[in-house]
């Protein structure tokens, strides 16, 4: 749009109509780039509309005189398509009929001959809009409507698509999307003077066009003041109520902030914004709807703290109520509020039923075309790939859809301002966030965070043992959740269950809540840069050199680095003497890398802090560097406190309560790779996970004892019906057997087959048995166990590599040893990380490269011997898991075995079994045994005491 806006002015153009089809959507914009270009906006709609009178369907287009008119183009814009002719009666006033163009209704009748059709249907127009009713005659259009309606008034158009021919082919392609006909004008876009020197028709029609244009003066409606609040409450009254509850008896400290923020909110008339979200946020506490604690800036406001929209204390974390809402800069508040995802409409649902209907509705957006998915039509629609089409379609708007989050409550009718699409919940504005905000109106992001629902879910659990338990009981200082953090097992956390961060858990070793909240600043692309010089400062091992004392106060806590924004609005206030508004204008002129604003800034700075007399010109210039060189790694501190607290309250629930953590996340359904991830998380903070049994499983997971027993659904071949069939069923009568099991519940054959497989009927017998007697072609142990990993993630009823412990104990000397299977691995010939799913769960390791980088691969069992470090195994050596041959030498025989066993070289270990048992020994692997039969032979020759050590049956012999 802002090319074609740009190449009207180039061209001269006096006035500009958009008429998209059936959407108003980019009025907002169109307004705004016509008045920056000097040009009058005219708005208008091309609406399908069903004529009653002949059963038909055309497209209209309409255009607004006034705002009486503008106000009913949005209301018919609002309507189920095809709109009904009869209803155009109660909206007509203020409105434009233009019929005709290149595929009119009366251009079309008049092109198939039927003159008395297009009379009857330019009656009807005539008679219902008059003298607001024109005809409209396109550039290169053939039918000359002077002829047929030569008293009627016609206008002279052009359809305009894009600027030049050059865009032909993309115009076909966008109508090929669409699944709709392509309109390709026949003209690049002319001007007006061009426009009529090609007109050949009544000079009046020229005339009747510029009269038009001059008559259609809209201004889109701007919402100049907030909606009131319905009960009239009085802010000061509920922030000092709200301020007693907080604190109890209120200090001077508090007693001053709260009369600062209050006095600018009243002098920025936000009061009945407060109010409103405050209205929102205590529906949703008296409803049980979990509210998340506060979400960006708007923690930072202590009347936000009081009114309970926040949990967040900004006295107690130093956060600057600037930094929410400045009167420098004039911006409007914004307050992001999380519910429970689940919930959300409900909240949606009681501002509808607060405000009215006509007065809340969800945001509409847009998706645009992209760099991949505009090539990727180019090449479906056109069979080939051709980079200029899809550069011509690049950002342009593909589909309508619903804002994630954000809603508009309005004082006037929301159709004043936009018009609305219908939706399945609640209406979804035409105009998207920005334009709406352009106008003015309110907008309050309403988010559904899956974290509230989870922990939600989580309290609930504990609370069936625990009533009294809440969240806000919850401490800040924990040994358990400190261990759970540092260890990195936040799978599941909110913000924490990335690789990134676990691997920052591990390295911060966080020993204070303080660490987590710098921790979630720490981990962006930018501040991740300087993690390790945090690191190496905060342990002691980095110098810290503050140009003054007094930034100490300042930057203590980050260890002489500015982490938060919060500390660049702190030094420019102390330092430079700038107000705290001013402060936040650097702030922002930093973080948008405007230079000329930067530079006129630090004038400020420096002769605010030489004038003030606290430090020199130099000193000020190197704070102002300072300042300049870590903005852009300073990271909102409100919105960290605010998500540090919700994701300590998950790791929390986690460390003290990992059975009910897993149970609820379990139930959510999650599969694959990640169902094995987390089970093996949960495994390894000690909580036994039990296969499904058709005896005790529901169909999702449950607590069991101290464990979780696996759903029967856990296994995705059996289906929520077949498990509550099984369920019901033994509900009835207990299953007895095997026999009354096949009896009482007719499945098919595969799911009967997957529910052996998965372990789900070992309580009715052997698993090898039940399958031999369904017909399944098993050979051993090691493959029915392999068959359960297979369908529940893990190895639930006992992992394969348990068999080996007990003599891998006597290898591991003064190491530790961990056996399993290895799930993940990765590095380079020098570091090797991977992942080990083991009986106690998941094990992270790392272990040098070279041959390693080749004898560990995924899905190999192996036993890895080493010491464990801050939640990660460091590898020292490692076995291969396999047949083993045990020998057992008397002193004499060591000679012997060695000429037996040195050229062999081959892939099975040989240990050494001496005195009794008492001591085993490992040889080296040019000892280990390739030739099976050939060793067996020559160690009976020489009556050499061994035997195989094969837990899964490999026969190596």
């Not at 036994?688 to 449950?702: E, F, G, H, M």
Request: aromatic content about 8%; hydrophobic content about 40%; proline content about 4%.
């Amino acid at each position: 749009m802002e090319s074609l806006v740009n190449h009207a002015k180039k061209l001269g153009i006096k006035s500009l109509a958009l008429t998209d089809h059936n959407s108003t959507a980019g009025h907002g914009e169109f307004e705004e780039l016509c008045i920056k270009a000097g040009i009058r906006p005219v708005f208008g709609v091309e609406l399908d509309l069903a004529f009653g009178f002949d059963k038909s369907v055309t497209s209209v287009v309409f255009i607004a005189r006034d705002s009486q008119g503008y106000g009913n183009l949005l209301r018919l814009a609002s309507m189920p398509k095809p709109v009904s002719w009869d209803v155009l009666t109660g909206f007509r006033e203020g409105l434009v009929l233009l019929e005709g163009g290149s595929k009119g209704k009366i251009t079309c009748l008049l092109r198939e001959g039927k003159i008395e059709d297009a009379l009857r249907v330019h009656a009807r127009y005539t008679e219902e809009f008059g003298q607001n009713y024109y005809l409209r005659h396109e550039i290169g259009q053939r039918e000359k409507f002077w002829d047929t309606f030569p008293e009627q008034k016609i206008i002279l158009c052009q359809d305009i698509r894009h600027i030049d021919l050059n865009t032909n082919q993309a115009l076909e392609l966008l109508a090929k999307i669409g699944g709709i006909e392509a309109k390709v004008p026949e003209h690049p876009f002319l001007s007006w003077e061009e426009m009529a020197s090609q007109f050949v028709g009544p000079q009046s029609i020229l005339k009747n066009t510029l009269e038009l244009a001059e008559s259609c003066r809209v201004k889109l409606a701007r919402e100049d003041i907030l909606p009131p609040h319905p009960d009239g409450e009085s802010l000061e009254k509920l922030v000092w109520e709200g301020a007693e509850q907080r604190f109890g008896k209120i200090d001077l400290t508090v007693k001053e902030r709260l009369e600062n923020e209050l006095s600018i909110i009243n002098d920025l008339n936000f009061s009945d914004y407060f109010l409103i979200v405050a209205d929102l946020v205590r529906f949703a506490k008296r409803a049980q709807i979990p509210v998340g604690p506060g979400r960006g800036s708007a923690a930072s406001s202590l009347v936000a703290y009081c009114l309970g929209i926040t949990e967040i204390n900004p006295l107690h974390w130093g956060l600057l109520f600037e930094r929410f809402l400045n009167k420098a800069r004039q911006n409007r508040p914004d307050i992001d509020l999380d519910f429970c995802y689940e919930r959300r409409n409900e909240i949606i649902a009681y501002a509808v039923e607060r405000f009215g209907p006509e007065h809340v509705a969800q945001i509409g957006t847009y998706g645009t075309f992209g760099a991949r998915s505009s090539q990727q039509e180019v090449v479906r629609h056109l069979g080939t790939d051709n980079p200029t089409i899809a550069e011509q379609i690049l950002g342009l708007k593909r589909h309508q859809s619903t804002h994630a989050a954000g809603i508009v409550i309005t004082g006037q009718p929301i159709q004043d301002i936009s018009a609305i699409y219908p939706h399945r919940d609640f209406p979804v504005t035409h105009l998207d966030m920005y334009s709406l905000e352009n106008l003015g109106v309110l907008k309050i992001d309403v988010l559904g965070l899956r974290t509230l629902t989870f922990l939600n879910n989580i309290v609930g659990e504990i609370k069936k043992r625990e009533p009294h338990f809440s969240p806000a009981d919850i401490p800040l200082e924990d040994e358990a959740t400190f261990e759970l953090l540092s260890q990195g097992k936040t799978l599941g956390i909110f913000q924490l269950e990335s690789d990134l961060f676990r691997k920052l858990l591990r390295s911060m070793q966080p020993n204070s809540f303080n660490d987590l909240v710098a921790l979630l600043a720490l981990g962006r692309p930018g501040p991740l840069s300087i993690f390790p010089e945090y690191l190496k400062r905060r342990e002691g091992a980095g110098e810290i050199n503050y140009p003054h004392p007094g930034l100490e106060e300042i930057l203590g806590e980050t260890h002489g680095l500015i982490l938060y924004q919060e500390q660049v609005m702190l030094i420019a206030h102390y330092f430079g003497g700038l107000s705290l508004g001013e402060a936040d204008l650097l702030r922002l002129a930093l973080g948008k890398k405007d230079h000329q604003a930067i530079q006129r800034w630090e004038q400020r700075f420096i002769e605010g802090s030489t004038g003030k007399s606290l430090i020199s010109s130099g000193d000020a210039k190197r704070i102002f560097k300072m300042i300049t060189k870590f903005s852009g790694y300073a990271f909102n501190k409100a919105h960290s406190v605010s998500y540090a607290l919700i994701s300590w309250r998950a790791a929390y629930l986690k460390a003290r309560y990992p059975a009910e953590f897993y149970v609820t996340l379990l139930r959510d359904g999650i599969t694959g790779d990640e169902l094995t991830h987390h089970l093996l998380d949960c495994q390894s903070l000690g909580v036994k996970v039990l296969q499904p049994s058709i005896l005790y499983s529901k169909a999702q997971a449950t607590l069991e004892a101290d464990g979780i027993r696996l759903g029967l659904c856990t296994n995705r071949q059996i289906t929520p019906q077949d498990a509550d069939l099984i369920v019901q069923t033994r509900k009835r009568r207990r299953i007895d057997s095997w026999n009354d099991f096949r009896q009482r519940i007719r499945l098919d054959a595969k799911s009967l087959e997957k529910l052996v497989l998965s372990g789900a009927c070992d309580d009715l017998g052997d698993r090898y048995k039940l399958a031999r007697s369904i017909n399944l072609p098993i050979t051993g142990g090691l493959e029915l166990l392999d068959a359960e990993r297979e369908l529940l993630g893990i190895y639930a009823s006992r992992h394969p590599a348990t068999l080996f412990e007990p003599l891998l104990r006597n290898l591991q000397g003064d190491l530790d040893v961990v056996v399993g299977k290895i799930l993940d691995i990765g590095g380079n010939d020098t570091q090797i990380p991977g992942v080990l799913e083991s009986p106690q769960g998941v094990v992270m390791f790392q272990t040098r490269g070279g041959k390693a980088r080749q004898d560990l691969q995924k899905g190999r069992f192996v036993a890895l011997f080493g010491t464990c470090d801050k939640g990660l195994w460091q590898v020292k050596w490692f076995l291969k898991l396999g047949p083993i041959l045990l020998i057992s030498p008397k002193q004499d025989e060591l000679q012997i075995i060695k000429t037996i066993l040195q050229e062999e070289q081959g892939p099975h270990p040989v240990v050494l079994r001496l005195g009794e048992g008492i001591a085993y020994h490992l040889l080296p692997q040019q000892f280990w045994v390739k030739n099976v039969e050939k060793i067996e032979k020559e160690l009976r020759k020489s009556q050499l005491v061994y035997v195989w050590f094969d837990p899964w049956k490999e026969n190596v012999s």
